[in-house]
């Protein structure tokens, strides 16, 4: 009966600890309230838009999360950005900046990132559209998701499609996400092939009646094409995130066959 009690009591205060770390709020000065625990609690980590940000106050925050968490994520930066996170000089942390996407990835170099067997296809249909699909990628490998990317594959020249998307389907991917601009037609196509759910997102590479993505978005919105879920224009982080939470959610179930 004692160790019942004991048990239960451990279980109690290692369920209360997990509570307290997912609800963690790490204060910043004046600049933030920094959402430590996010991770823990969805699966995702915070990410921190660097776009209207000083480049020294963006640095104190990255600053501040390699400290509680051995890990930052900046998007919609530059080179200013890394610069002054450089500057830091922030023991055994390697910072890189991923000039396509705008994104920043610092880590301590003991951070460890754990695979979680999920498997994540990416396609554009053009050229232009790969920084959005850059900026997916590197949210779905820092969840741990496995990614394999096929770029300039729109329906201009839609033979350019097949090969890759069947490369996709024998691996087995979990989702696939679907870049596109112009009139933003490749995700209705691909989500009426496949047996996978698939994320169309629009970018604003476009120009003409329709402009910034604005056609886009409307023409994967008003798809005919069921299995397809749309994000908001040149949202990778976004696409990355739920394109993440899905395939980690395959992976579980796999494991547990």
């Not at 279980?11 to 204060?27: C, D, G, K, V």
């Not at 003409?208 to 749309?230: E, K, N, P, T, Y």
Request: proline fraction near 2%; aromatic fraction near 4%.
């Amino acid at each position: 009966m004692v160790a019942r009690r004991e048990m239960a009591r451990f279980a109690r205060t290692r369920l209360n600890r997990q509570a307290s770390n997912m609800l963690a709020i790490e204060r910043l000065k004046h600049l933030a309230r920094l959402d430590v625990g996010r991770e823990l609690r969805k699966g995702l980590p915070e990410v921190v838009l660097a776009e209207g940000k000083d480049a020294s106050d963006v640095a104190d925050i990255v600053e501040a999360m390699i400290e509680r968490t051995g890990r930052a994520i900046v998007s919609r930066a530059n080179k200013d950005y890394l610069q002054k996170i450089r500057q830091k000089r922030l023991a055994k942390t390697h910072v890189r900046l991923f000039e396509k996407s705008g994104m920043i990835i610092a880590k301590r170099s003991s951070y460890g990132l754990k695979k979680s067997g999920g498997r994540v296809g990416l396609l554009t249909a053009g050229t232009s559209d790969i920084p959005v699909a850059e900026e997916a990628q590197l949210i779905l490998e820092e969840v741990g998701c496995e990614t394999r990317a096929f770029y300039d594959v729109g329906v201009a020249g839609l033979h350019r499609l097949f090969k890759p998307l069947v490369e996709l389907l024998r691996w087995d991917a979990d989702v696939i996400l679907v870049v596109a601009g112009r009139e933003g037609a490749l995700p209705t196509v691909v989500a009426g092939l496949v047996d996978v759910p698939v994320i169309g997102v629009p970018t604003s590479r476009s120009y003409g009646f329709g402009d910034r993505g604005i056609a886009a978005l409307a023409a994967m919105l008003q798809s005919c094409s069921l299995g397809l879920a749309v994000v908001n224009i040149d949202s990778g982080v976004g696409a990355g995130s739920i394109g993440g939470l899905i395939a980690n959610r395959a992976a579980k179930g796999r494991l547990l066959k």
